[in-house]
């Protein structure tokens, strides 16, 4: 990896990954992209951005030509709350953003990183230790989006040799760049609310069981796997990875250590609640753990700790 491109830059996980990546390679070296320029902030300062629509072809080709890139991380799609009140606008982002993506990294030789999500299975999946190779029949459009983008990306690889490798994300959590729209929201949310007010109204039921990740282990999978030897990377597009999985209440119960005060209410938004009853509770990942090493470095206490810290010392 010489010459990055993050599209998506601005997002949850673009705004971290572009900054680990810097620090890694090089500012100059990574180039973030995102569809509209971003307030002035730590993303902007650290290294070189340009406004892309990822649904441009000719763009990203003069972009990706323009800077001698050798690998995208394609970070730039709706997600899956916000996918449902738009979901023509869902389909052309992520499949036709991604289409055009392989596209070009197909005619430059760039690899490419696709972050597919615990989206992807649906109601049918086995919820408990979801298997690496299972059903897939999601009813979210994201959901639909990100198998496809998976098959897609096989496709690509097994057609056109092109270096494309994923992983499946659960919720993510991470204190510098708010969410943008997800099921899994809340997880972050509470944690402002809870230095805030110290009370959270939260969106999901007490017991809604989802699969999470804090943010840095996001962030190494991906560096990790994509600098993993492609000779060992039997299931290249679509990794399950995963860290910790909670409810709301046992998140709250946490949270409530740190803050003895804390207090949480349920306003159930029928919505999102329905999109994380038919996603898995706990994904097994034991494919990726053996083909290049996975290991998740924070469990529940772990991160509600740093985020707390991190959170509290941001707000001075
Ligand atoms: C969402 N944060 O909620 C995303 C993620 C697993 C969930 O893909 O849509």
């Not at 390679?25 to 340009?50: D, I, T, W």
């Not at 000719?58 to 800077?67: G, K, R, S």
């Amino acid at each position: 990896m010489k010459k990055i491109l993050v599209t998506g830059a601005t997002g949850q996980i673009g705004s971290e990954l572009t900054i680990a990546l810097r620090s890694r390679y090089g500012a100059e070296n990574v180039l973030a992209a995102g569809h509209k320029r971003p307030a002035l902030g730590e993303l902007m300062q650290s290294g070189p951005f340009c406004c892309l629509d990822v649904r441009d072809l000719p763009a990203i080709n003069q972009v990706v030509e323009a800077n001698n890139i050798d690998t995208i991380f394609h970070l730039a799609a709706l997600l899956s709350a916000v996918g449902e009140e738009k979901p023509q606008q869902a389909w052309d982002v992520n499949m036709n953003g991604l289409s055009n993506v392989l596209e070009i990294s197909r005619l430059h030789h760039c690899a490419l990183f696709f972050p597919s999500s615990i989206a992807a299975f649906g109601p049918e999946t086995p919820p408990m230790d979801t298997p690496q190779d299972t059903i897939q029949r999601p009813t979210t459009i994201y959901g639909i989006t990100k198998v496809s983008g998976e098959l897609l990306c096989d496709y690509y690889y097994h057609r056109f040799g092109v270096d494309t490798r994923g992983l499946r994300y659960p919720g993510l959590i991470s204190s510098k760049a708010p969410p943008g729209g997800g099921t899994t929201d809340y997880a972050v949310d509470i944690f402002y609310a809870a230095i805030k007010t110290q009370h959270y109204d939260c969106f999901l039921r007490a017991d809604t069981q989802l699969d999470m990740m804090y943010m840095p282990d996001a962030i190494a999978a991906a560096l990790n796997m994509m600098t993993a030897d492609s000779r060992q990377l039997r299931h290249r597009n679509a990794f399950n990875v995963t860290a910790m999985s909670f409810t709301p209440q046992q998140l709250a119960a946490e949270i409530q250590k740190h803050i003895p005060g804390f207090t949480i209410s349920y306003s159930v938004d029928p919505l999102r609640q329905a999109i994380a009853d038919s996603w898995p509770r706990h994904m097994n990942d034991s494919a990726a753990r053996a083909e290049w090493g996975w290991q998740a470095q924070f469990d529940l206490p772990a991160m509600v700790k740093d985020m707390l810290e991190k959170i509290t010392l941001n707000s001075l």
